[in-house]
């Protein structure tokens, strides 16, 4: 018996943005990426084409931090004393696209030197963090924006205390910005509409909704991310923005990642345990519709990528 | 519309100080006020007072019979608070808010309403929280609220059902439901129960500027299911206008005309359309947006009119 699979056609679609121009477009990336676009649910390929691939960014520092997990100084190695080597490997382990974390340590003289030494190390459209501080964002982010000007980074983290800063100098500079809610869809669409209104175009906004990690309220973000993406197929414009999330972030903070000593031995082997939950709970955001996932470890990177491969296959 | 006047509040820093300070001019102004405005009934409000009930609730009640002939509404957690109220109201029947379905407060308080003679408030509310589906709303009315009462020998004219109006900003999902509770409830019971709502709950956490174009277009939703009763602000006079409009189906004006006809199409459940509404009419697109809101439509912001 022949059965009919019954599909949905949606008004509304996903806004599509490019990351990172080239020289052709005014900046010197050896490639550009571009997210969004889609008019279903993530994966329905019978529903319609996936026009963007999802894809995924790798963490990097401008100083070697200091309370990242052994794990992960130890596959990163000596390039994490150096932003520039550190771009090189990430590049290498398979990244997309990269993220500069500027720490509070720096000063604008140094943020500068740093971006510029990673974009002369990889052609890989950036993003780039201040170290979270709003004060510090802001002093940090303005001289990068100006020094990166036609780069079309994305500048971040836009959250509602401190964001008209951040958008004003990428507006002025031709980048995108990052914006980010706690886990909320009220919030999330909140910001957008706070961002559009200073002016700064659908295509240049990213955002952000925030997760959380497997066993840490990961469900609850999974649910917020599909509820964004179904108000912005029914036709919300101010939800229609690509999604980006930091498993990578929240995944290396828990107690079964970062811990190798003192947990139950059934827990089993520790960098095993350590990769499987950055894996799981990237794959997790990506079948929720996240179109950037940021990691750390190389091989979470290679493992989700793969996923990735297998989810986009028609 | 029976409006219970919902200004005398422990939440405005203007009663509690006037508390504070056992102001009877205030509180005999604001009772009278509130009448003057329309008000059926006046809620009184003042927090459970567990050190100072005993004296408390008398002074209430006797500072307000002092200016007022209409029924007080009790508005407390603290049961002793209550009954000391109510031994000492003279005037009107008294309304008690509120009993819920949780098993201790249904044990008690409609017993004090039946001893009393007064008229209670029952929340569709179970000790587990509030239910999303209008079914399992209307449901606790018919399988825990009305049943308690009929066996105590309440009558049922005394019993007054509040099915919980939530806030459009986090509790999005329940604003149609709680319209839907309100539809049905009247049909859940021969005699149908009386209905009443805390109308202004559906904006808590709303930004000032937007709350009461949100509390008016959901009445205007409400009425148009058959709400007859609500606790609310009786001095918001572009409310009044809409409790005027629809229930004498007055459409004068333009916005009268707006404000009827989601009534009328909520009564014949029907969603309201873009086409009756003139979108280049800054008020009636603000007013159509919130209809989309509260219908959980479109996704709920502090700007959502700037989308």
């Known amino acids: ?314 | 519309m029976f409006i219970i006047g919902e200004n005398i509040h422990i939440i405005s820093e203007k009663v509690k100080e006037a508390l504070t300070n056992r102001d009877r001019e205030f509180f005999m102004d604001l009772a009278v006020r509130q009448v003057e405005a329309g008000a059926k009934a006046v809620d009184i409000n003042l927090g459970p007072r567990k050190k100072d009930w005993a004296e408390v609730f008398p002074w209430i009640v006797e500072t307000v019979e002092t200016v007022v002939d209409v029924p007080l509404s009790i508005d407390t957690t603290n049961v002793d608070g209550m009954e000391a109220a109510l031994k000492t109201i003279k005037k009107a029947q008294p309304i008690l808010n509120s009993t819920s379905a949780e098993p201790e407060r249904l044990e008690k308080v409609p017993l004090l309403a039946k001893k009393y003679g007064a008229k209670v408030i029952a929340l569709t509310m179970r000790s587990e929280g509030i239910p999303v589906e209008a079914d399992a709303r209307v449901n606790i009315a018919v399988e825990s609220l009305i049943p308690r009462m009929m066996e105590i020998d309440l009558p049922m004219e005394n019993l007054i059902i509040d099915p919980l109006v939530l806030t459009v900003s986090g509790c999005q999902q329940y604003c149609p439901h709680l319209i839907e509770t309100v539809r049905t409830l009247q049909y859940a019971w021969d005699p149908a129960p009386n209905i009443s709502v805390g109308l202004s709950n559906v904006s808590n956490a709303v930004p000032n500027d937007n709350r009461p174009l949100i509390n008016r277009v959901y009445l205007a939703m409400l009425m148009g299911v058959g709400l007859q009763m609500m606790i609310a602000n009786p001095f918001d006079e572009k409310q009044n206008d809409v409790i005027r409009w629809i229930e004498t189906k007055d459409t004068g004006n333009p916005l009268a005309r707006v404000y009827n006809k989601i009534a009328e199409r909520t009564a014949n459940s029907e969603e309201p359309q873009m086409e009756d509404f003139d979108l280049t009419d800054a008020e009636q697109s603000a007013i159509w947006k919130t209809t989309q809101i509260l219908l959980n439509k479109v996704i709920y912001a502090d700007s959502y009119l700037m989308n």
Request: with cysteine; net charge negative; aromatic share 6%.
């Open chain 1, 1 to 314: 018996m022949p059965i009919e699979i019954p599909k949905d056609k949606w008004p509304g679609k996903i806004q599509s943005v490019t990351i990172g121009a080239a020289a052709a477009e005014g900046g010197t990336r050896t490639k550009s990426i571009t997210i969004g676009g889609q008019t279903c649910m993530p994966y329905l390929h019978y529903e319609a084409p996936m026009p963007n691939r999802p894809v995924i960014a790798i963490e990097i520092k401008s100083r070697k931090p200091d309370d990242w997990s052994s794990l992960l100084a130890e596959v990163w190695g000596d390039a994490m004393n150096d932003p520039a080597q550190w771009a090189k490997k990430a590049e290498e382990a398979g990244a997309d696209l990269l993220v500069l974390a500027l720490t509070l340590a720096d000063s604008p003289e140094d943020a500068v030197k740093a971006v510029k030494a990673v974009l002369g190390a990889s052609g890989l459209p950036l993003v780039v963090w201040g170290p979270g501080q709003a004060e510090k964002d802001n002093e940090l982010l303005v001289p990068v924006a100006e020094a990166a000007k036609g780069e079309k980074l994305v500048l971040g983290i836009c959250e509602d205390k401190n964001y008209r800063t951040i958008v004003a100098t990428a507006m002025a500079n031709g980048h995108l910005v990052q914006a980010r809610t706690p886990m909320d869809v009220n919030l999330s669409k909140q910001l957008n509409i706070l961002i559009s209104d200073m002016g700064m175009p659908h295509d240049r906004i990213i955002m952000d909704p925030t997760t959380g990690a497997l066993g840490y309220g990961i469900e609850y973000g999974y649910s917020v991310m599909e509820r964004l993406r179904l108000a912005a197929l029914q036709g919300d414009t101010m939800t229609q923005q690509p999604m980006m999330v930091t498993p990578g972030f929240e995944a290396w903070k828990t107690k079964e990642s970062k811990v190798g000593e003192g947990v139950p031995e059934s827990w089993g082997d520790w960098k095993a345990r350590a990769i499987n939950w950055e894996t799981l709970t990237a794959i997790a955001l990506v079948e929720s519709g996240a179109d950037i996932v940021v990691l750390r470890h190389p091989e979470s990177v290679k493992r989700v990528s793969e996923a990735i491969g297998e989810l986009i296959s028609v």
